[in-house]
């Protein structure tokens, strides 16, 4: 009974933010000329609103029919922002071991200096990338990365270092923040007052008690990176569903791109939620 009021909860949050996304999508419209357009703004609300639920593929989109087409568009987004969240996430979880377990004593200086580098603008660190992989092609002779999509060769390993690198920054920020505040807690002192070593300590009690913490800035990192992934397939010639709204900026098309993004997400922190038991995720649960 409790799964099933929790399943309806879920349902009609689901079903208020696709109305809120349909109400953005449409929102252009509502402010044209420089003067409110309200009538036209509901017009098109209403019109999008009876495309979504008598949907056709034929015409549901003016420029050609939806599916196929835009599932290419929305797999090549998906790749890119897949694969660098678990890189950000890997490479964050390997730099907070390598913190804690061998460079101890420089801790704090370490948590400062990624503090610094997570207030490094996204933009300059595509930049950056870019210009130290054409550098040491022009310098040195070495290709590391292709650095444009173009025709059949495909950028990928360097545009997901791009989207990776400052989502690992914020990453190993919350990462380190945790474990630095659970160590200060009694149990973690009386686990090492009786001798069990920091390695022990990190994975059979602090990690399982930061795990929630972390899931909940995973939602930060998502979004931001989201934020970022037009920059990336602009800059990378990606043909994403990014690159398909700019390129076809219809309320349809902004609805089909948001909804891409939003329902996967929505439905993975859902399902935590309901399916991962409280006890594993830890004392803020």
């Given at each position: 009974m409790l799964f099933l009021k929790r399943f309806i909860i879920i349902l009609l949050?689901?079903?208020?933010?696709?109305?809120?996304?349909?109400?953005?999508s449409t929102f252009p419209v509502l402010i044209r000329d420089l003067s409110l357009n309200m009538k036209l703004y509901f017009a098109s609300a209403y019109e999008l609103l009876r495309k979504i639920i008598f949907f056709d593929n034929e015409s549901y989109w003016e420029a050609s029919a939806v599916f196929p087409r835009v599932l290419l568009n929305i797999k090549e987004s998906f790749y890119i922002l897949g694969y660098s969240f678990l890189t950000a996430f890997l490479f964050s979880a390997i730099v907070v071991y390598i913190c804690f377990l061998l460079l101890r004593k420089w801790v704090p200086q370490l948590s400062s200096l990624f503090n610094l580098m997570e207030a490094v603008p996204d933009i300059l660190v595509i930049c950056l990338l870019?210009?130290?992989?054409?550098?040491?092609?022009k310098k040195l002779g070495i290709h590391l990365f292709q650095v444009v999509s173009f025709g059949q060769?495909?950028?990928?390993?360097?545009?997901?270092?791009?989207?990776?690198?400052?989502?690992?920054?914020?990453?190993?920020?919350?990462?380190?923040?945790?474990?630095?505040?659970?160590?200060?807690?009694?149990?973690a002192q009386f686990a090492k007052a009786v001798g069990f070593s920091d390695w022990y300590i990190l994975n059979r009690h602090i990690l399982r008690n930061i795990v929630d913490e972390l899931v909940i800035n995973s939602k930060t990192v998502v979004w931001t990176m989201l934020s970022t992934?037009?920059?990336?397939?602009?800059?990378?010639?990606?043909?994403?569903?990014?690159?398909l709204i700019y390129e076809y900026p219809t309320p349809e098309m902004f609805f089909l791109g948001a909804t891409?993004?939003?329902?996967?997400?929505f439905l993975v922190y859902k399902l935590y939620e309901l399916l991962v038991p409280r006890m594993v995720r830890g004392e803020r649960a």
């Open positions: 949050q689901l079903i208020f933010s696709l109305f809120i996304i349909v109400c953005i870019q210009l130290a992989v054409i550098y040491l092609y060769e495909r950028s990928l390993l360097l545009p997901v270092l791009s989207l990776s690198l400052p989502a690992s920054f914020y990453f190993i920020k919350s990462f380190m923040f945790g474990v630095l505040h659970e160590e200060e807690k009694h149990y992934l037009f920059i990336i397939e602009r800059l990378y010639n990606i043909h994403g569903i990014t690159m891409a993004f939003f329902i996967p997400v």
